[in-house]
């Protein structure tokens, strides 16, 4: 019951995190692109193992950075939800 009644400027004055979130998977994914790039001309270039590693997390910050901006697509389109109205 109490919860009715609110008297707070939460849904007013709120902002939603979902710009900074994109503003840094964009640079994200796009450092992780250039990182995995160098690493593995690195490694074809020298032949040590630890470019090879260095490519391969910078390849994963990529993937999760695509990964987080295709949730916020879904989210921004509305989803499911959306879809069955």
């Known amino acids: 019951?109490?919860?009715?009644?609110?008297?707070?400027t939460e849904p007013v004055t709120a902002r939603s995190p979902l710009r900074v979130r994109r503003i840094l998977s964009?640079?994200?994914l796009v450092l992780g692109v250039i990182a995995a790039v160098f690493c593995t001309?690195?490694?074809?270039?020298?032949g040590e193992e630890?470019?090879?590693?260095?490519?391969?997390?910078?390849?994963?910050?990529?993937?999760s950075a695509a990964?987080?901006?295709?949730?916020?697509?879904h989210h921004r389109s509305g989803g499911q939800h959306r879809q069955q109205q």
């Open 50 to 63: 630890v470019w090879r590693w260095e490519a391969a997390i910078a390849a994963l910050v990529a993937l």
């Open 1 to 8: 019951m109490w919860l009715r009644n609110r008297e707070g």
């Open 26 to 28: 964009l640079f994200a």
């Open 67 to 73: 990964f987080s901006l295709l949730v916020l697509r």
């Open 41 to 46: 001309i690195q490694a074809m270039r020298t």
